[in-house]
């Protein structure tokens, strides 16, 4: 059990994406980091913009974006398109060899079109199956697999899904075969005691302490879904979770949220 | 030298890919292909179409299209997004191990920005290199590349490329280890005599006939630099090339032209 091999999983959101200053920063970073690894990217707001620049207006169903076959086409086009080429042509230029791939590419992420009792998502997909086979063996030969939030359901569709979600399935499958550290990075330096103040980084969140914070209500909304996937990850296999900006990537002193069970 | 593993190596254009119902009968045909097997696709309407819609218009310079930084973008999207991965999950669908790439992922196709005298084609690249070691590896693997026409310069450039010099460069490449047939289809059935006649199509070019049918001016403008690829793929090693209609893959009837040197 002790000789699996290691592999770093880093899922980056749109607050990464949508400054190319920081993206570079972050693929520098990225790039020098050793061994197996697995980026996961968000979308951030260009298929927002692009949707707008087209005409789309946003379909909203009690309060929830709705994923319609137009609005699944943008998705489509920027996230598998535009952002997941141009990190893998960075990466590349970096001497990683990276290589971009949909849940389709490979049948490495299929999901299941999701079926709410009340509520029509549209073409979004939970994940069903990560093909771990294959994407061992791309490890293997040293590719770095680069993916984006888009996955497909075996049957010709393709489907948008959340990317946090991707992240954490992949760190599952991939724990069968590998020690996984799973990074997610986002603009803040950790999970914050308080909101406001980002010195108040909570070094490690225990199953305990988070639902002593959620009781509390200290720990706010967007955080929720995002722990409540990192514990489900742990129990499931996860060797370690850490939650921060994507200095803690390099930087040996940047502050960061570690998450056990 | 006889005994290498066969590879058949199809591209498509936009005939195909602009009608979804061809395409998903191509797609039906490209499945039942055994063995080793690699798709190329062109881009048809839709790039130029989306341009319009987000109110690019086209760049022309001495009667030329030129690639933008914005008309890049737009081609990134469409053919690297929309179409490839929309024809990577119906491929998926289809039982076929599909994984869609552009020249960046494995850094598969290196381009050179192309350097004309007197035009600036923009963001064109002509192929430099192809990475025939990981196409082997991937092809070993059963995985079905398919390929759209985006390449990258190694220094993190995407670059817009021609899809059947993508194909003749992929086939050039793969015939150091395997034994390559190309097939290019088109709207037609195959290389004609006649240009309106469908049933006038030339069974067989060689160099000597295409010489002769060049001075008489029989073979139209567009086909030149088709038929001056395919004389450059067999000289350098790609064992056989058809032009024609997608049917000519299953359809044991149907007419096509072959080419030899």
Chains 1, 2 share one sequence.
Request: glycine share 8%; charged share 20%.
């Amino acid at each position: 059990m002790e000789n699996k091999k290691p592999v770093t999983l880093i899922k980056i959101g749109g607050n990464i994406i949508d400054n190319p200053t920081e993206l570079s920063q972050f693929l520098s970073d990225f790039s020098k980091i050793e061994g197996n690894k697995v980026l996961v990217h968000g979308g951030g707001k260009s298929a927002t913009k692009m949707a707008e620049s087209i005409g789309l207006a946003p379909q909203m169903i009690d309060g929830r974006r709705i994923t319609d076959a137009a609005m699944l086409d943008v998705v489509v086009m920027i996230y598998a398109g535009q952002i997941n080429k141009n990190i893998v042509a960075q990466l590349q230029a970096k001497n990683t060899n990276a290589m971009g791939f949909s849940g389709a590419d490979g049948n490495l992420i299929q999901s299941d079109k999701r079926n709410h009792p009340t509520i029509n998502y549209g073409f979004v997909g939970d994940v069903k199956k990560v093909n771990t086979q294959l994407l061992e063996t791309l490890l293997s030969n040293g590719i770095v697999p680069v993916f984006c939030a888009i996955t497909h359901d075996g049957k010709g569709q393709l489907l948008n899904t959340n990317a946090d979600t991707i992240a954490s399935e992949l760190a599952i499958a991939l724990s069968e075969v590998f020690d996984v550290t799973l990074n997610y990075c986002f603009e803040k330096p950790g999970v914050l005691f308080d909101a406001e103040d980002d010195s108040s980084v909570i070094e490690n969140i225990s199953q305990e302490l988070y639902s002593k914070l959620k009781a509390e209500k200290s720990i706010h909304s967007g955080m929720i879904p995002k722990l409540d996937n990192c514990f489900n990850s742990l129990s499931k296999g996860v060797q370690k979770i850490k939650i921060g900006h994507h200095r803690m990537l390099q930087d040996k002193t940047a502050l960061y949220t570690t998450i056990t069970l």
